[in-house]
Each structure stands twice: as C-alpha cells, then as structure tokens.
C-alpha cells in the first residue's frame, strides 16, 4: 500500500533517509545473446595469390579455434599458376576442393557459407548451392534485379539459407522492397552488414560508405541496424569486420547483441589506428574471441547458428 502523507512531511522524510544510489538489482538485465555467431571469410584478398589448400589450413584454423562457419569466396583471387579462381575453374569444382576436406574433418559441425556470383550462366552460378556445397550463401540486394531476385529464390527453393549483404542503408530499402514485400524471401531473414569498404569508382553495383573514424563507424551501424529492426525486429544481424575499422566494427556489434563475421576478406589491417597487418584469420579470430569473452558472450555452435537462421540441425 502506498503511504499518504502531506507535502512537507514527505519531503523533511526524503531529506532524512537521503540515499543517493538504489540498489543495484533496480537495474535490469540487458537484452544481450549469450550466444555470439562468429563466422570467418577466410579469403586473402589483399595478398597477391592464393590457392585451394590455403583456403582449407586457414579455414580449418578458425573451425578448430571455436568458428561456427567460414564464408568461402575466390572472387578476383589468382593461383600460383596465374588462373583466375573465379573464371578458369567450374564454380562446383572450385568448391569442392575446398568444402569436401572440411567437411571430411570437421563433418557438420561448421556452416559452409559460399557465393553464388561466379558463372557464365545463372544455373553455372547458382551450381554450388544446387550441388550441397552451401547452407548459407550471401547476395546483395544492390545487385541486378534480374539476377538477385531469381537467385533469393533458387536459394529459398534449394534450403540453402540466403544472407542478405548490405553495404550502405540504400540497400536495406531494396531488401525491404524487392524481396520482403514482395515474399520472395522467407523469416527469419539473415542480414549481414558490411560497410567502410573504400570503392574505386563512383558508381558500383552496390553502393558504398566512408568510415574515417569511429564516429562515423558507430552512426552507419546504428542507422543501419535501427533500419533493419523496423522492416522486422526479429531479423538475424551479422556485422562484418570490413576495411580500416577492423575489429572496432565488430567490437560493437558484439557490445549491441549482434552476430560478426571477422577474416582477411574484407580487410588486411589489426588496428584502424596503425598499417600493422593481421598474420592469419586465426589470429583474427582469436581476438573476436577474446573480445567477445570479455563482454560476456561466448561463441555459438555450427548447430546454434543453423538455429538461429532458421536451418536445420545437423549430426
């Protein structure tokens, strides 16, 4: 019952049993996952050439370490013998060489995550989620109309799930308006948000964002993700560690409740602040690991991610 008293009387008792801090359980638990999904895009962009067993070591690193996938991509990669990974190799056989020994060692207990971009037909592009090498797979909804829709809805069809990859607010609103209004896509929808890559040209097939400090980067992430959280707030988001930014990207998406996706993809640098250089996404990795256990997350299993994006379970 609450107690009744006139004015002064209640105010001479507040000054007399002042108290300048309430108790601490006052204050709710934050509405932050426990669970952290760390993928890892294993790809050496910024090295001069690559090769299938490079992909295999550095991806079996980060599965060993705790990743619960790793996002597989040959796009502009060259190999020893100067072929182009992306044109001079049949996308399912390009796969194969590397999905088949990770799957041969880890079994189901990582998510294969692979683009779908490279072919000279849609079917030869579509090819790797056709043939199983894929659960995930990432396409831009800046991406032509006449390919991005078809192959959402080829991934929907074969129960591969689709990732939507957003490089700038623009392209949420495609999302929201060519695949989520019109159905196309299916709940839970996977967004994965990567920005503060420097572009090379004015106009791209996706659009781009200019991150300098981590003003800039904290702004663009909470528009985005605020954008995301009105078209439905139940989405599943991912944060890429993209460009100079590094791990400070993913240090807040991890600090937000949100999932990251670390790796020498999307960026060659440690720190935003220095040109020192990651040696290997394990080291990558490691360091999302550590961050996100000193924020009190732990990373998700292969099976707890599947879940979360709406796949099956797998043993």
Same mark, same amino acid.
């Given at each position: ?41 294993? *790809? ?159 106009? @791209? ?6 991150? *300098? ?20 707030? @139940? ?15 993913? @240090? ?55 879940q979360l994006v709406g796949l099956a379970a797998r043993t």
């Amino acid at each position: 019952m609450i107690e009744k008293l006139p004015l002064w009387e209640a105010a001479k008792r507040e000054l007399e049993e002042y108290q300048f801090i309430a108790g601490a359980d006052l204050q709710p638990k934050w509405d932050v996952s426990e669970k952290v999904a760390i993928n890892c895009a294993v *790809s050496g962009r910024f090295e001069d050439t690559s090769s299938f067993q490079a992909y295999v070591d550095e991806a079996t690193a980060v599965i060993e370490a705790g990743a619960c996938g790793v996002h597989i991509d040959f796009s502009f990669m060259t190999d020893a013998q100067g072929r182009r990974m992306d044109r001079d190799i049949l996308p399912v056989e390009a796969y194969k060489q590397v999905i088949e020994p990770l799957r041969a060692r880890f079994g189901k207990d990582f998510v294969p995550n692979v683009n779908v971009l490279n072919g000279t037909t849609f079917d030869m592009c579509l090819s790797p989620a056709r043939e199983g090498l894929t659960e995930v797979a990432p396409c831009a909804p800046g991406h032509p109309e006449a390919f991005a829709l078809p192959a959402v809805m080829t991934l929907e069809e074969l129960g591969v799930k689709p990732e939507l990859a957003v490089h700038s607010s623009g392209e949420i609103e495609l999302a929201k308006r060519k695949l989520i209004d019109t159905g196309i896509l299916k709940k839970p929808y996977n967004w994965l948000i990567l920005y503060g890559l420097p572009f090379n040209v004015g106009r @791209t097939l996706v659009s781009g964002t200019w991150v *300098s400090d981590a003003q800039d980067m904290a702004q663009h992430m909470f528009l985005m993700v605020d954008q995301i959280r009105k078209i439905d707030p @139940t989405s599943v988001i991912s944060v890429c560690a993209a460009g100079r930014a590094s791990l400070y990207m993913t @240090t807040l998406a991890t600090m937000m409740g949100l999932h990251i996706r670390v790796g020498t993809e999307d960026t060659p640098w440690k720190y935003p602040n220095s040109d020192v250089k990651l040696t290997s996404n394990l080291e990558m990795f490691n360091m999302a690991k550590d961050i996100a256990a000193l924020l009190g997350r732990k990373p998700a299993t292969a099976n707890e991610y599947r879940q979360l994006v709406g796949l099956a379970a797998r043993t």
